[in-house]
């Protein structure tokens, strides 16, 4: 199975920082790759598909990128309702669609 | 609106059995990939299962032979059967739906939308 490790597995940083999260698959999975938010307490919520397509609705301050094993996630200027949990997931290796372990961005 | 929405989940004991619900509505159960996605305390999510259009099943590892999707069409709800229950299958229990963007040469796959969860607690 496809393994994805996402680092950090946590982050503080401030109002206006620009944050980058980073996502590694244990093997080539091209551009097949998923982001989500999550917030306490609720469910996950999709931020970014096919690695760097941005879901309708969502800030423009969210971007994806990358290919092969290695992806990011990055939120150019961070605001109060930002701070959750995001995910990394991928859709490559079907039926199994494994999940990073996740990186939670607090307020430094 | 295209809402899912879960019921089921509970307190039961190791070696025990439960059936999850997932009613869905604003789209068809039958027609859509579905799945279950489950969250263990304070850690990250974890593919359960998924039920193709088509009918065919998929399990993790950590449930096969245990667990079983089904679905109801007519109802339009989404199940999950959990037999022989272990400490570790305490989660949140998400039904998600996929969505589909396919080209002339991929086909890309995400969770939208997400249910609100049931929580499930295996302990004697």
């Known amino acids: 199975d496809i393994q994805m490790t996402q680092s950090p597995s946590s982050l503080s940083a401030s109002v206006g920082d620009r944050v980058t999260i980073t996502c590694r698959a244990s093997?080539?999975?091209?551009?097949?790759l998923n982001w989500y938010q999550q917030k306490a307490g609720k469910a996950p919520k999709l931020l970014i598909y096919a690695a760097s397509s941005l879901q309708s609705g969502v800030p423009s301050r969210f971007s994806g990128s990358g290919s092969g094993t290695d992806f990011t996630l990055t939120i150019s200027s961070l605001q109060p309702e930002d701070f959750a949990t995001y995910h990394c997931?991928?859709?490559?290796?079907?039926?199994?669609?494994?999940f990073g372990q996740g990186t939670k961005l607090e307020i430094k | 609106e295209v809402q899912l929405v879960e019921t089921g989940g509970g307190l039961i004991q190791p070696g025990g059995s439960l059936r999850l619900s997932c009613v869905a509505s604003?789209?068809?159960?039958?027609?859509?990939?579905m799945n279950w996605v489950r969250q263990s305390p304070g850690k990250g999510l974890e593919w359960v299962s998924v039920?193709?259009?088509?009918?065919?099943?998929y399990y993790a590892d950590s449930v096969k032979g245990r667990f079983t999707i089904s679905r109801d069409n007519s109802k339009n709800t989404l199940y999950l059967q959990m037999n022989n229950v272990r400490a570790e299958d305490t989660a949140m229990y998400y039904c998600a739906k996929f969505e589909r963007y396919c080209t002339s040469s991929s086909c890309y796959l995400w969770f939208d939308p997400w249910g609100q969860g049931t929580l499930v607690t295996v302990s004697s």
């Open positions: 997931q991928q859709s490559y290796s079907t039926p199994i669609y494994t």
């Open positions: 039920i193709y259009s088509g009918g065919s099943t």
């Open positions: 604003g789209f068809s159960v039958g027609d859509n990939f």
């Open positions: 093997q080539s999975i091209s551009n097949y």
